[in-house]
Structure formats: C-alpha cells, structure tokens
Nanobody, 121 residues
Framework: VQLQASGGGLVQAGGSLRLSCAASGRTFSNYAIGWFRQAPGKEREFVACISSNGGDTYYADSVRGRFTISRDNAKNTVYLQMSSLKPEDTAVYYC???????????????WGQGTLVTVSS
C-alpha cells in the first residue's frame, strides 16, 4: 500500500489543522493506520492510530483530547484533526500502515513521506 500524507503547514498556537493520509495500491480497509511525528533532534513518536474498520482508536497522552483520528474507507483516506495546537506539536508528521493497531512504529511496514507542521507561539 502506498501512502501520501498532506495538510501540514504553519499555524499559530491554539489553531487547528487537518492532516490527510491518502492510500493507493492494496485494499486500504485491511490496514490499521497510525500517525507518528518527529521533531528536530528527537526520535519519532507515536501520535494516534485507528483500526482497519475505524472502530478502535488510540492516542498518545500528549495529544489526547486535542487530536482526533478518523478514516473514510470509501475514500481510502485517514484524517488527523489537530486542535489547540501547541509549539511542541511542531514536527514532521508521518502516516503508516500495519495489520493491527500498534503503538510502536516497529510494526508499521508502509510509510508515507511526511508532512511538516509548524506551530508558532
């Protein structure tokens, strides 16, 4: 499965952005999708993930209550709605696909190219 992340940009603290992860290739609805992010000088970290049918979602403590992950299997797309953004949310955001909803990036085998989110204070 090929993944393409988009929707990043520059936003002020407190603002919102919606990221999209569009898939092509294999049957999208067979895959759980995760969002990860990597800030400059830091390791990649888990943000959120959603099961193949959208019934289960998981969030990092740092974004729970501010970010919402969802998917539209008819459009082969997963979304990450980000609200109340903070400067510490600044990072390159990646979407990735796996067979199950894992929190570890080690279990995601297909990755998109990343989209940069910059939150100014």
């Amino acid at each position: 499965v090929q993944l393409q992340a988009s929707g990043g940009g520059l936003v002020q603290a407190g603002g919102s952005l919606r990221l999209s992860c569009a898939a092509s290739g294999r049957t999208f609805s067979n895959y759980a999708i995760g969002w990860f992010r990597q800030a400059p000088g830091k390791e990649r970290e888990f943000v959120a993930c959603i099961s193949s049918n959208g019934g289960d979602t998981y969030y990092a403590d740092s974004v729970r209550g501010r970010f919402t992950i969802s998917r539209d299997n008819a459009k082969n797309t997963v979304y990450l709605q980000m609200s109340s953004l903070k400067p510490e949310d600044t990072a390159v955001y990646y979407c990735a696909a796996s067979g199950e909803t894992y929190l570890s990036s080690n279990y995601y085998y297909w990755w998109g190219q990343g989209t940069l989110v910059t939150v100014s204070s």
